[in-house]
């Protein structure tokens, strides 16, 4: 059974930065994409950050590099660094994986509050 956890959230003032966490474990051998999407009040989900199993990432406000994701392949861990942080980002950040067989999973969600 494939299980993510996400970690992280809380109360930043705005500027700030966060880190998150995603801890996964179960039989993910076969992942292709593992990233973060936010939801926030009202809004629709939107994707973050994503990082292929060929190494390639992206993230939103790549060009400011407000949202660096990364992973620690030895402790089955996945992060998201926020940076800057505004008030707009105030959302519940979730983990997901989806794997080559076409299975996807997804956390429980971690909540990040900006105050401006």
């Known amino acids: 059974q494939v299980q993510l956890t996400e970690s992280g959230g809380g109360l930043v003032q705005a500027g700030g930065s966060l880190r998150l966490a995603c801890a996964t474990s179960?039989?993910?051998?076969?992942?292709?994409?593992m990233g973060w999407h936010r939801q926030a009040p009202g809004k629709q989900r939107e994707q973050v950050a994503w990082?292929?199993?060929?190494?390639?990432?992206n993230s939103r406000d790549s060009e400011k590099g407000r949202f660096v994701i990364s992973r620690d392949n030895e402790k089955n861990m996945l992060f998201l660094r926020m940076n800057d942080l505004e008030s707009e980002d105030t959302a519940v950040y979730y983990c997901y994986l989806h794997t080559a067989s076409g299975s996807e999973y997804w956390g429980q969600g971690t909540q990040v509050t900006v105050s401006s």
């Open positions: 179960g039989n993910i051998w076969n992942w292709n994409i």
């Open positions: 990082l292929m199993s060929d190494g390639n990432s």
